[in-house]
């Protein structure tokens, strides 16, 4: 069965003379990418995840469901028939030639996804100043390039695996480590304080970015 295709996003001319600026957020397992994200949403940015745009697709895109199922096979698919991810993710992650070939199927479909996002947001009349996409692979897929400014959130081992059901050994051995994740961003949290700190973290990289 052939791969299911990404379509590139349709160059159109856009309302507005100011795109936002776009944004990464990425980290390693249990940092808090995804509470960075809900922070960046609380202080204005537009925001999505890579996570929630493949849950998206799984559902959206018969096509690719039909190659996941038939590589997979059918137990992956929960009560209501549709892919339960959990039921992928232990398969895959344990795996890793199902989780090159899956990630090489989903990878080229999220970004033509989170671009199109981006281009519609530049389309507005007032668009957002900034827009963040949670991206966890960001630099094992050399994503970065997409992006004009990329934020990696970090933590402690033992801060991270409290936030984990499971253990992160087999997920993280394919990973940049955080402290070469760090080198190459633009701006760095160490997520282990509260929401608060979180906050002030997020608000300082708006104003920067918004100025």
């Known amino acids: 069965m052939p791969s299911p295709k990404a379509t590139p996003p ?5 309302s507005s003379s100011r795109r936002p600026v776009a944004v990464a957020v990425t980290g390693g397992i249990g940092a808090g990418k995804s ?6 949403a609380r202080h204005g940015a537009a925001v999505v995840s890579s996570d929630e745009i493949v849950h998206e697709l799984l559902r959206e ?26 039921k992928v993710g232990r398969i895959v992650f344990s795996d890793p030639q199902a989780l090159a070939w899956l990630e090489s199927l989903l990878h080229p479909l999220v970004v033509s996804r989170y671009l199109g996002w981006r281009e519609e947001l530049a389309e507005q009349p007032d668009p957002p100043a ?4 949670e991206v966890p692979l960001l630099y094992e897929v050399g994503g ?18 409290s936030r984990r059901i499971g253990p992160l050994q087999n997920r993280e051995q394919r990973l940049i480590p955080d402290e070469e994740k760090a080198k190459r961003a633009d701006f760095v949290y160490v997520n282990d304080g509260t ?6 973290f997020v608000s300082g990289v708006i104003a920067t970015l918004s100025r």
């Open 35 to 40: 509470e960075t994200l809900r922070a960046f």
């Open 130 to 133: 900034v827009c963040v996409t």
């Open 61 to 86: 895109n018969g096509e690719l469901k039909r190659a996941v199922v038939e590589r997979l096979g059918k137990e992956i698919l929960g009560d209501d028939g549709e892919i339960d991810r959990g």
């Open 144 to 161: 970065e390039a997409r992006f004009d400014k990329v934020v990696v959130v970090t933590a402690p081992a033992d801060v991270r695996i």
């Open 195 to 200: 929401l608060e700190d979180l906050d002030r």
């Open 10 to 14: 349709r160059l159109r001319t856009t």
